[in-house]
């Protein structure tokens, strides 16, 4: 069965712009016009739903920037928007990132009053020197304000964002952060290796980072601090309570559809092969191509928003579409999938007919071969311990 599909808004303004932070986000320096960015946002997700009608919303994910800079009645109607113009599931999974010290500490009630059940919470660490190292704009005390609000709100699910692989970091260091992080009572844990990414501050100025063995310690050690704590680990930097994996991102990384809206968001749909529908999609640009068997009637489409919030209050209808071919699809999909930690069954792998070309085949059989991939005997697959610690290998067999 394949998952509901979800809905991504990029909520695109922050405090301020962190040092290693390579995201679409802008800091504030007047008030950003968050009223008239919310009627865009709405706006846009109208006309979407109209292009693509997609089936009810089963997650909804609020990101950033840093949403909660954004006022409860702002969130509230954009889901009021989406169930009018789509649907949301009774049981569909609302997420907004914060950052503590971007709120004021209370409006986490407003938020679950507005259909919020999910909060992501930017803390990265919970040792003052490294908050300052990483230029975050929230103390430590700050981060056990917001968790302790979160919790008299009455909010269902708390995720914790941490970071290991910080200047100057220890291991212990990185597993206090771990055991301080479980000692709040979160049901979800994002633990992420800090890398430098290019165009960012610290990609010119870069700090002193612990080297290659020490940062595979950290995560080594964390990992079995987080499974002692009843954190089951089921991606790469993603650990849950049971039943409280993340369903928003499990579906990006089951390669299920969804609408991006907002300023530089990103979109995946699945569309009948229908000129009328292209011919309505805004500011097009297709290179498809067409399936190998020619009996293919579904695209995998991508759609992309424009990016400069300016430009996207300016025309906010305005959509970049590309449409994916054969070999595309195959390596979008492995490189999301891979990140699970679960192996996947061949009956899975029945709505993606272009896994079973004589191409796609040669590729698992490479991967076979090298001792990263295992066939199983009902035809899905599963990674081999080998093929977990280097995933970045396993991925690159699959680039078209």
């Not at 229908?274 to 759609?303: F, I, N, Y």
Request: aromatic share 8%.
């Amino acid at each position: 069965m394949e998952p509901a599909p979800g809905l991504y808004v990029h909520l695109p303004w922050c405090v301020k712009k962190c040092p290693y932070c390579d995201f679409n986000s802008h800091a504030v320096r007047d008030t950003p016009p968050y009223a008239d960015y919310v009627a865009a946002v709405c706006a846009d997700l109208e006309h979407q739903a109209g292009l693509y009608a997609p089936q009810p919303f089963g997650s909804i994910f609020f990101g950033g920037g840093t949403p909660s800079l954004f006022q409860p009645e702002h969130i509230e109607r954009i889901l009021l928007t989406a169930q009018q113009s789509v649907g949301v599931l009774g049981d569909a999974e609302i997420t907004l990132e914060a950052n503590p010290g971007a709120i004021e500490h209370g409006s986490f009630k407003g938020y679950q009053a507005a259909g919020v059940t999910r909060i992501s919470l930017g803390i990265q660490s919970f040792e003052q020197a490294k908050l300052t190292a990483l230029g975050r704009v929230h103390s430590v005390s700050d981060a056990y304000l917001a968790v302790e609000a979160i919790h008299q709100a009455n909010i269902a699910e708390l995720n914790i964002d941490l970071m290991y692989g910080l200047p100057q970091q220890s291991v212990a260091e990185s597993l206090s952060d771990i055991n301080t992080a479980v000692s709040l009572g979160p049901t979800h844990i994002s633990h992420y290796q800090l890398t430098i990414e290019p165009n960012t501050l610290f990609a010119v100025r870069t700090p002193t980072l612990p080297d290659g063995e020490t940062c595979f310690d950290m995560q080594v050690d964390c990992q079995s601090a987080l499974s002692e704590s009843g954190f089951n680990q089921y991606e790469v930097s993603a650990y849950a309570k049971p039943g409280f994996e993340g369903n928003h991102n499990l579906n990006y990384w089951k390669y299920g559809d969804y609408l991006g809206v907002g300023a530089g968001a990103h979109g995946k749909v699945t569309v009948q092969d229908d000129a009328a529908k292209l011919a309505t999609a805004g500011k097009t640009v297709d290179k498809t191509v067409e399936p190998s068997t020619g009996q293919a009637t579904k695209r995998t489409r991508r759609t992309q928003k424009p990016k400069h919030p300016a430009q996207y209050l300016q025309d906010p209808l305005a959509l970049v579409t590309t449409d994916s071919s054969e070999q595309e699809c195959v390596f979008e999909f492995m490189l999301n999938r891979l990140r699970l930690n679960t192996g996947v069954t061949g009956a899975e792998l029945a709505p993606f007919p272009w896994l079973k070309s004589r191409e796609s085949q040669a590729r698992f059989a490479a991967a076979v071969e090298r001792g990263l991939l295992k066939i199983n005997s009902d035809g899905g697959w599963s990674k081999t311990a080998l093929g977990s610690r280097f995933l970045n290998d396993l991925q690159e067999v699959f680039l078209p």
